[in-house]
């Protein structure tokens, strides 16, 4: 964990990806890339428009995360990746010194975009802010990954809504495999630098067999589950990581797109799965969530009114060493900006203190005990205050 | 500027001040308090709810801000003046380390209340929140600010609209006098807290005049100077400022209450004052102005939106040495909170850096030479992208 930035010699290709330990199916890793190391299993905060909401780029690494990741259809539309690359790419430009990874663009065409249209070639599409007409083919979506000068490209998929025919899962699939080929040779490899893949076929096992397989073939430095965290839940989720897991190479990371609560990145954990992102505790954050040791809460809520309590005894953010719940309850009712700052500041601390124990849980041969020990306690409560939506849309 | 923290030795009741400089009518001062020193001439970000909007208290004291202001009235309405008292005073509710002076809440009745009326008695008032009645007299304001911990006490006054006929300015100022009184009696003294008297008497000279001496007769800690920067004007104020001055004791610290633009600072330091507080650092962080050696900027111009130039380059704080205007400018657009952090972080250390040049000066003997070159800059222009009231309105 004491890694110095850059130690490991990296591939002339690619990234490269140790594996450092194994317990059951949970995996103890560690990515090498151009921007310094990301100790696996990690949970990436997302910073949609080239901010993590609410927090500096130096409070985000205080947090212990070490990977951000941005969203290209935001940062297509504005500020242009054009931009972005006259200005000397995504980590220089919002100040973040780690490894970036980011998306395809291809879901958030699929929720936020207007006038949609799929086809072989890519998607076209009409800007949310101005209307303007857009296509997103695999070329382009790794063009602009380039452009940003992403750590981590992903290759453009095609993401069906939940539930989905079968037939629709598939055709689906099969055009996001074609995709993936032809992102592969968009991509221009450089050292530290990496391309995932992206397994689709909605809750079909077989699909998603196929689907990884066909990657496999293709061969990426790293392999995503799309397509799930779209509402199919905890349970189908687990049989999909399940029947797919299995099919990818030991020596790459595995990347589960959009997840999730604590409860999911501890038993995605337990499937084998090395990263993760999600807008959950940003947006929490900023919504008054917290999630705690003690279980999820509502700031808003008039109990903690007169409580003087941290947030979460626990906890060494700042949130939790400098103030009362009381404080925080405070300015959640004053509408104050610091509100937002301090919650999300500690939510991201949550999750980054709860990938650190797996991390240690794993490296010491005691992940199935910690497992079992979060499942019961009050932090694993599935249905919380803290509620809301678990899936990866985007951070608004 | 090196001293300890409580280093010098304070009186048994009130505050220390000690006059360390004189070059013409501008003072260099040190106020030592019961929670840490004060180098004057001060400027006092605003934390009107128990917060400086959109900044942690460990950044506003990055600053260089040494005292923060708090908002009565927002205070006694929510969260409550006996729950801050319960939960330890506001300074240890909002983790401000250094002292904090809070008005007295009668500005701010006259300016957000409803229906209120001024009688001997005080004022009453429905709360803007929601709708309950309200007694803010001189004994409930001063003992409010008790329960707040306040290092500084302010007296309750009545500050009238401008422009106000002579009568009207001369009723508030006598009835403000007959209040100082009461507040003076209702405070209770302790080592290193003070109670500030405020001069009233609209623009009219001998109105001041007989407040001025009236408020010394009293005897207070320090003395404000209340109804300016309510749309007076900077020649008239400065006016005002040279008929009050000279009737206030030397050795005791002279406020310009809810002052000013940068300009408007400098132009009243050399008229001898020494403190200040404004929201306009901080409103217009939140609203894309930021004050630079190059004078105002509006940063969601689209000028900005390749320029990868520090926003001020001569200045340290993190949003000019972390980022180009370019970012800026993208959160501006993109109404990213982070915007308002930054551009927030950087006005208060712009405001600060000039008070801290201007002590330099003083120290220095070289103030005057200071002020003209203050005054040919860009920084200085009157009117200017940034405009805005430089008044002392609520921070909303």
């Not at 980590?91 to 086809?119: C, E, H, I, Y």
């Not at 802010?129 to 063009?143: I, M, T």
């Not at 299995?246 to 409860?263: A, S, T």
């Amino acid at each position: 964990m004491s890694e110095v930035r850059g130690g490991p010699v990296l591939p002339d290709r690619g990234l490269s990806f140790a594996l450092l330990a194994r317990d059951g199916q949970a995996r103890r890793g560690r990515l090498a890339t151009a921007h310094g190391i990301v100790e696996t299993p990690a949970f990436m905060p997302v910073g949609t428009a080239a901010t993590v909401k609410a927090m500096t780029p130096e409070a985000v690494a205080q947090t212990g995360a070490q990977i951000v990741l941005g969203n290209t259809y935001h940062l297509m539309l504005r500020p242009g990746a054009d931009r972005i690359r006259r200005l000397g790419g995504l980590r220089k430009f919002m100040n973040w010194q780690g490894p970036v990874l980011t998306d395809s663009g291809g879901f958030q065409v699929m929720s936020l975009a207007d006038l949609r249209k799929v086809t072989e070639e890519g998607v076209t599409f009409r800007s949310h802010l101005d209307g303007a007409k857009h296509l997103l083919s695999p070329e382009s979506a790794v063009g602009i990954q380039h452009d940003l000068d992403s750590t981590i490209t992903m290759q453009l998929d095609e993401c069906v809504a939940y539930p989905a025919p079968e037939a629709e899962a598939e055709r689906a699939m099969e055009l996001s495999l074609r995709w993936a080929a032809r992102c592969k040779a968009a991509f221009r490899p450089r050292a530290g630098y990496g391309l995932f893949g992206i397994v689709q076929g909605g809750v079909n096992p077989t699909l998603r067999h196929r689907s990884a397989a066909g990657l496999v073939e293709i061969g990426f430095d790293g392999y995503a589950l799309g397509g799930l965290a779209v509402g199919e839940g905890l349970e189908l989720r687990n049989l999909v990581l399940d029947a797919t897991v299995p099919h990818l190479p030991e020596d790459r990371p595995r990347y589960l797109m959009g997840v999730g609560k604590p409860v999911d990145l501890v038993e995605s954990v337990a499937r084998g799965v090395d990263m993760f992102d999600c807008v959950l505790p940003t947006r929490s954050g900023r919504t008054s969530q917290a999630f705690t040791r003690a279980g999820p809460m509502n700031l808003r809520n008039a109990r903690f009114a007169d409580d003087a309590e941290p947030l979460d005894p626990d906890c060494a953010c700042p949130a939790c060493r400098n103030y009362g719940r009381a404080y925080l309850h405070h300015l959640v009712k004053a509408k104050e900006i610091l509100g937002s700052m301090l919650l999300t500041w500690h939510n991201l601390t949550y999750y980054q203190d709860l990938m650190r124990d797996m991390r240690q849980a794993i490296q010491a041969g005691r992940f199935a005990s910690f497992r079992r020990a979060f499942l019961d306690s009050p932090a694993a409560g599935r249905e919380t205050e803290a509620a809301g939506s678990s899936g990866d849309g985007p951070e608004n």
